[in-house]
């Protein structure tokens, strides 16, 4: 059974920087494209980027340019590292994981609270 833990979610002041850690636990992570999401209090879940198995990567328009994400995987992991943060980045992140280049990502995490302060 496939599991993703978020990690590193923190308050931070409006242009300061975080990284977000993901680990996946269960299966081949090499296999799988991992993306993360967020979700601001009453909006609806949002599409943040993408990495492939290969680390090709795939931004929103709302961050490319301010965040990176990478993967290491000898160490099962995916980074979310974001960059001159708004308070509008203000979300709960959740990572996924899909063996396929679909919009379905078929494993979640529990997601991590990242609050920016103007």
């Known amino acids: 059974q496939v599991q993703l833990v978020e990690s590193g979610g923190e308050l931070v002041q409006a242009g300061g920087s975080l990284r977000l850690s993901c680990t996946l636990s269960g299966r081949t992570f090499s296999m799988y494209f991992m993306a993360w999401f967020r979700q601001a209090p009453g909006k609806e879940r949002e599409f943040v980027g993408r990495?492939?198995?290969?680390?090709?990567?795939y931004y929103a328009n709302s961050v490319k340019g301010r965040f990176t994400i990478s993967r290491d995987n000898a160490k099962n992991a995916v980074y979310l590292q974001m960059n001159s943060l708004r308070p509008e980045d203000t979300a709960v992140y959740y990572c996924?994981?899909?063996?396929?280049?679909?919009?379905?990502?078929?494993?979640w995490g529990q997601g991590t609270q990242v609050t920016v302060s103007s």
């Open positions: 990495v492939s198995g290969s680390g090709m990567t």
């Open positions: 996924a994981a899909s063996l396929t280049a679909s919009t379905i990502y078929d494993y």
